[in-house]
């Protein structure tokens, strides 16, 4: 295998939408030689495998045995494997003032799972004043003083995560996103992930924006690029943009946001840092930051 792609997720990022339209896919990113193995075939063998491990370089006839079970197309030199707990469960993503404490210990043993090929990383960041409120909704999740201990919101920086990510893996390539970016730049993102020609014409490109817009809106859009097919990304963004603006369900541009001693002043107060963190994060040597 010539080249992996780790996507990360993040938690409360990506909800799967992403291998899922790879996996949409599939035939078309084969012909591309890139491979789109389902999860259930290497999460819990890549979880196993980073235990036994335990950071050590993978001995070939491991890595050849992994790469057997995973990858069933004979001419691929590309492979992309996701999970939004690579890194850690949702209980982890918080500890020690920071976000995900483990990141700069862990995320170089993935690349260590396959020494004879190349990795690539990729997550997307989002702005904690929804994210927090999200990770404490899921099942199971524990209540928000356990998850903020000894941990204060107003300090966690995402700069921060993914400068020692970067550092941890200065020579592994590194692309970084918003998610509340991600339907405008959607087909940008699936091709940084894949590497698929420019050629390659993939479809489902509007799962993402199923999420966010009316039905009528979602086809009047889809008519629109049909009948006049964007020039570039950038077009496809202008367009997208003005009918997110016409027909976004307001519901799904909202979350509720119900975490004890939060006021407006809280929720601003962390917008205001994500957006430090974002001017940091697209001024980073040696990071792709996608926006817009």
Request: aromatic fraction near 6%.
């Amino acid at each position: 295998m010539g080249r992996i792609a780790f996507h990360f997720g993040l938690h409360c990022t990506d909800e799967d939408s992403l291998i899922r339209c790879l996996l949409k896919n599939r035939d078309a990113l084969a012909r591309d030689a890139i491979a789109v193995p389902g999860p259930g075939r290497y999460r819990p063998l890549i979880r196993k495998a980073l235990e036994s491990l335990q950071g050590a370089p993978a001995p070939p006839e491991m890595e050849q045995e992994m790469l057997a079970s995973i990858v069933d197309q004979d001419n691929a030199t590309r492979m992309v494997l996701s999970s939004e707990s690579f890194l850690c469960p949702p209980q982890g993503a918080l500890g020690r003032g920071m976000l995900y404490p483990m990141a700069e210990e862990k995320t170089p043993w993935f690349d260590r799972l396959f020494p004879g090929s190349q990795s690539a990383y990729f997550f997307a960041i989002r702005n904690l004043a929804s994210m927090l409120p999200m990770l404490l909704a899921r099942p199971n999740a524990p209540s928000y003083s356990a998850l903020v201990t000894e941990t204060d919101p107003l300090r966690l920086s995402w700069a921060d995560l993914v400068r020692r990510v970067r550092d941890a893996n200065p020579e592994i390539p590194l692309t970084v996103w918003c998610d509340e970016d991600t339907p405008l730049i959607w087909p940008e993102v699936l091709r940084r992930v894949s590497d698929h020609s420019r050629e390659t014409r993939l479809e489902h490109l509007d799962d993402r924006l199923s999420t966010l817009m009316s039905a009528d809106g979602l086809r009047q859009l889809s008519a629109h690029l049909e009948a006049h097919p964007p020039a570039d990304e950038a077009a496809r963004r202008e367009a997208v943009s003005a009918f997110l603006e016409r027909f976004a369900r307001a519901e799904a541009l909202q979350v509720e946001v119900d975490v004890p001693g939060w006021d407006e002043s809280h929720i601003a107060a962390l917008t205001e840092r994500y957006e430090a963190d974002i001017a940091q994060i697209a001024a980073l040597d040696g990071v792709t930051f996608i926006r817009p």
